[in-house]
């Protein structure tokens, strides 16, 4: 993989560029989240933030900086879950959460209108991926699958979970390896395959997918290709279309390309990556007429990050949020100016068409002194119709509520 | 292994040498448990009491970012990084602990250790070529002092920065992320030596 996509860099620097660059792309690969950067952006000190794995105490948690739309109230639900990212509900209630570097997973119970933390498995690769069905947590790790049966009715000592890494044969890359996973409504356990690289060539029919398996790991199915990495996903409540987002690459300037949401009408359908980002042609790579691609529904931003998404199906909103999906913007760092730290909600008409992205909860993004306060990274409504938002940067997890 | 008993002159000392340094005031008090601490569990015995190491192979965390210190000390705590014997002695450490011995290495000016030999001009040359080259200045800055979860490599002891480049080089090592391991894949190991040197000569004389 590595040498292909270092051909494939190579070419494209020759063609655009100049040999000097190219010659220096020869004798090793740029680390991953510097491919596809331009020469004259070598420089550039934009770099990804640093995660922040220990304990924000309570006290320290930006509750009082977060800003909802009138009627509703946001408060800090549970703290003290460090690099907490993506979210799922257990059938009696409990919330796990999925972490990367740290590599832990965490379960979250309310007892008594406190909640509890624990730690159920450590030691993971990456373990984002977090879904639940019939009892049984799924923690996907990279090139890892792992199945923790009667998990709620033994959170204080999971046992050793049954081992389907061979059954799902994963591919072993760390760059977008990490997964988000949840099951469809018909059963499927499904997750995202990103690129291994920022921009490559690679085998278009096992990276920058979504598939879905049987729980067991039998009966892989491609449900959508040409997606560079999606780490959140969802089924509409009503038409049960799959509609997903997806990060933008980087290092192709401040504004370009948007991260997007896409609807995935029919199974293995192309949605243009690496070619195109609805009509943007990526320069870095062969020209390929963007009309043969789905477009995507809607445009999420340049480098925002949009990551965990959910449709809203409860009673506690206003109508007018039933079927709209909430987006956690994780934030960017591939931008001059910081962007994104938020949550929003895309609006959707009958026919599903996206027709407005409305902001939902701000105040993490200090806009006049640049830098950010708190990474929403997922997005999860419990069965009361709150809706939870993870925070990474302080391990914390909001709730928002209709205000009494 | 035993370490030394040391005076609590050494920690009063340390403390006083912070007070001066110190910018925000909680990083005060927090550098202060941490100097407190870093005695009662003999950090300095391997590390050097004022974060100079004088042990091979064991780095100097003088003037570390405090970003830097912390990830790798839960990278050993949570057993990510196995580099014995780091993780059997982070393993209890709370993550205020953690955070406290941060802010007491990252106060400390840094410099460095007392037996470092004299530059190689043919050594020096050919890692700077390739510190330039492969764009080590623009994570570790320029002058190599580090930021954020990027560590100050300017200055550190030759035998631990081969022996960390090599460990990212055969993936044995990997940090919070695996850039490193991108940017010194395929190089040899006289390279590997030669950025060694190299960075081990800069900061202060």
Redesign the interface.
């Known amino acids: 993989m ?1 040498r292909r996509s270092l051909a494939f860099g190579l070419a494209v620097a020759l063609a655009a560029s100049g040999v000097a660059w190219a010659q ?1 792309q020869q ?7 510097a491919q596809g950067r331009p020469p004259e952006m ?4 934009l ?5 922040r ?3 924000t105490p309570p006290e320290q948690v930006p509750v009082a900086a977060l800003r909802v739309p009138a009627g509703f109230r946001v408060e800090l639900w549970a703290h003290g879950i ?1 690099g907490a990212r993506m979210m799922t509900l257990g059938q009696n209630g409990t919330v796990f959460v999925g972490t990367r ?4 997973v965490y379960a979250v119970t309310d007892e008594g209108g406190q909640r509890r933390v624990r730690t159920i498995a ?2 993971l690769n990456q373990p984002n991926g977090v879904a639940f069905r019939d009892g049984s947590l799924y923690v996907i790790a990279i090139n890892r699958v792992l199945r923790y049966d009667g998990i709620e009715g033994r959170l204080d000592d999971p046992g050793t979970p049954v081992e389907l890494t061979a059954a799902f044969n994963l591919p072993p890359d ?2 977008h390896g990490w997964k988000f996973a949840a099951f469809s409504p018909d059963g499927r356990l499904t997750m995202n395959i990103g690129v291994p690289c920022n921009i490559c060539e690679f085998d278009r029919d096992r990276y920058g997918l979504i598939v879905s398996f049987r729980p067991d790991g039998s009966d892989r199915r491609i449900e959508a290709k040409g997606i560079r990495n999606s780490v959140g996903f969802d089924w509409h409540p009503v038409t049960r279309e799959l509609w997903a987002t997806n990060n933008g690459r980087d290092w192709a300037g401040n504004d370009v390309p948007p991260d997007t949401l896409h609807r995935i009408r029919r199974p293995g359908e192309d949605h243009g990556f690496p070619f195109c980002v609805g009509d943007w042609n990526d320069p870095a790579v062969p020209r390929r007429n963007c009309s043969e691609f789905v477009q995507p529904a809607a445009s999420l931003g340049p480098h925002v990050a949009a990551l965990g998404m959910r449709f809203y199906t409860g009673a506690m909103f206003p109508e007018q949020y039933r079927n709209q999906i909430f987006i956690a913007r994780r934030g960017s760092w591939n931008r001059e100016q910081l962007i994104g730290y938020d949550v929003v909600v895309a609006r959707l008409d009958a026919q599903g068409n996206v027709t407005g992205i409305e902001p939902f909860l701000t105040g993490l993004l200090d806009q006049a002194n640049d830098r950010f306060l708190g990474r929403p990274v997922d997005v999860l409504q419990l069965r009361d119709g709150s809706l939870l938002v993870s925070d990474e940067q302080n391990g914390a997890i909001y709730r928002i509520s209709r205000a009494q | 292994m035993t370490f030394p008993l040391r005076s609590l002159a050494a920690v009063a000392l340390a403390a006083a040498a912070f007070l001066c340094t110190a910018a925000g005031a909680g990083g005060n008090d927090a550098a202060q448990r941490g100097a407190a601490l870093a005695e009662a569990r003999g950090c300095g015995g391997c590390h050097g009491e004022r974060g100079h190491s004088p042990t091979p192979n064991v780095p100097s965390l003088a003037g570390q970012p405090p ?1 830097a210190i ?2 790798n000390m ?1 990278l050993f705590r ?3 990084r196995d580099a014995p014997p780091m993780p059997d002695l982070a393993r209890d450490l709370t ?2 602990q ?2 406290d011995l941060a802010a007491f290495y990252a106060s400390l000016p840094p410099g460095p250790p007392e037996d470092r030999g004299a530059p190689d001009p043919a050594r020096m040359r050919e890692g700077a070529l390739l510190a330039e ?3 080590c200045g ?2 570790h800055l320029p002058d190599y002092r580090g930021q ?3 560590p100050r490599i300017a200055g550190q002891r030759e035998d631990y920065l081969l022996l960390s480049l090599r460990g990212y080089r055969d993936g044995t090592r990997r940090g ?5 391991n ?6 040899s190991d006289a390279q590997l030596a030669a950025l060694a040197h190299y960075l081990a000569q800069q900061g202060e004389r």
């Open positions: 590595i220096q004798q090793q690969p740029p680390p991953a989240w070598a420089n550039s000190r770099a990804p933030h640093p995660p794995l220990t304990v460090p570097v740290i590599g832990r450590e030691r760390e760059h | 970003e912390v990830l839960i949570e057993g990510l993550d205020r953690i955070e080259r492969l764009n623009v994570c954020n979860q990027v919070t992320d695996t850039n490193m991108a940017v010194v894949y395929g190089l």
